[in-house]
Structures are given as C-alpha cells and as structure tokens.
C-alpha cells in the first residue's frame, strides 16, 4: 500500500519568514496531493493540493510543488502569521487503492 | 456553503458497550469517508462509500460496521468498545470517488470517549 512520510515533524519560524515541508509517497499509482490544515482539536481543513499532471500550484501564500519522477511534493508558506501556527498534513490519494494515506503531520509554530 | 455535519460532536461509552456516529455529506456529495484520528496522530482511514454502496475498505476493525443510506448520510457502527477505541472519529465527503472529483472535506468530528 501507499506510504507517505513528512518531514519535518516539528517547524517553528520568525512571522514573515518562509516554512517549508516535505513529503514523499511510495505509491507511483497516487495521482492526487492534497494539504491540510488542523488546528488543536479541530477538523483537518483542505488548503491547497496538486494532481500528478501538474508540476506547481500557487494560491496567494500558499504554493505547492510535486516531482512525480522523484516522488515527493513540498508545502511552501510564505510571509507567516502567527493564525498559520496548526498541524499540516500532506496526503496521496491512490487511484489504485482509491483512499487518502496521510502523512504523519508537521506542527508549524509561527513566532510573533 | 453548506459543511459536512456529524452528530454527536462528543460520547462517552463503557467498555463493551455499543455507539453509532452519524454524518451527513455535503449536499450534492455522493461519497462518504471515515477516518480515525489518535492523539498526535494522522488521520487512520476506515471505510468509504460511494453511491451508497461500500467502495474501500481501510484499517476498520471487524467490530466496526457501517453503512450508507439513500439520502447519502453514513452511519459507523462501533460495538464492544474498547479504550483504544478513544480517538476522534472523522467523516469526510467528496463529490465522485474518480479521479476528478476526489477532493474530501472533513467533518467537524466526534470526540469518543471510552471509559
């Protein structure tokens, strides 16, 4: 099955700084890549995401990119806030197995 | 915009004991997801539905059950509780389970408490 590992684990950045986190998949079947955000307590919230034939996707702060070749897709944040502090998940959707494999999630600190 | 809905937001049971959760899609969505989501984990995948019939299958339990019924709502039946089984409990929808449409928005959440 699908496996997805996510680093880092733990982010912590100056406000106004850049985050970065990074993911690979296992499953070159995954065609769909989606991010979420969860704050304590609080539903996992779709912010952005990426299909398999498409290399960079860019809402306002908010970009990711995917190397289908290499396996691993990255979740840009630029100009922090402090309100961008929760838990990011990233995800590959398998077509073959038709469900979401989550990776083990990125606790993003933003400091004032 | 209209959200998925899950109901109750927060149980208690025993151990042993019986508890259904309930989750209403977005309207017009014809597939239901469960996850399970541990303290400081990722959310587990259970089950899926598309057009009311079981379409996968994840890491559910065999004393978890579930089903789809004909106005797209899910239910997730958990019977002989046990304290593992305290966790948050997640539904998802999503419009289609192709390839296109397969973006899944998440429900609020039930919190299960097993004591």
């Known amino acids: 099955g699908e496996n997805v590992e996510q680093h880092p684990s733990t982010l912590s950045v100056q406000e106004g700084d850049s985050a970065v986190i990074k993911c690979t998949y296992s499953?070159?079947?995954?065609?769909?890549f989606p991010w979420y955000k969860q704050e304590l307590g609080k539903r996992p919230q779709l912010i952005i995401d990426?299909?398999?034939?498409?290399g960079e996707k860019k809402d306002q702060r908010i970009a990711v990119t995917l190397n289908k070749t290499a396996k691993h897709f990255s979740l840009h944040i630029t100009e922090t806030q402090p309100e961008d502090s929760a838990v990011y998940f990233c995800?590959?959707?398998?077509?073959?197995?038709?469900?979401?494999?989550f990776g083990s999630g990125t606790q993003l600190t933003v400091l004032p | 915009a209209a959200g998925v809905i899950q109901s109750p937001r927060h149980l208690i049971k025993e151990k042993r004991e019986t508890a259904t959760l309930k989750c209403y899609p977005i309207?017009?969505?014809?597939?239901v997801y469960w996850y399970q989501q541990g303290p400081g984990q990722d959310p587990q995948f259970l089950i899926s539905?598309?057009?009311?019939?079981?379409?996968d299958k994840g890491s559910i339990p065999d004393r978890f059950s579930a089903q789809q019924f004909s106005d797209y709502h899910s239910e997730l039946n958990m019977s002989s509780l046990e304290l593992g089984d305290s966790a948050l409990y997640f539904c998802?929808?999503?419009?289609?389970?192709?390839?296109?449409?397969?973006?899944?928005?998440f429900g609020p959440g039930t919190r299960l408490t097993v004591t």
């Open positions: 998802a929808s999503s419009l289609g389970a192709g390839t296109s449409n397969i973006e899944q928005y």
């Open positions: 499953d070159s079947a995954s065609n769909y």
């Open positions: 990426i299909r398999s034939n498409v």
């Open positions: 995800a590959a959707y398998s077509g073959s197995a038709r469900q979401l494999t």
């Open positions: 309207p017009r969505h014809d597939t």
């Open positions: 539905f598309y057009e009311k019939m079981q379409s």
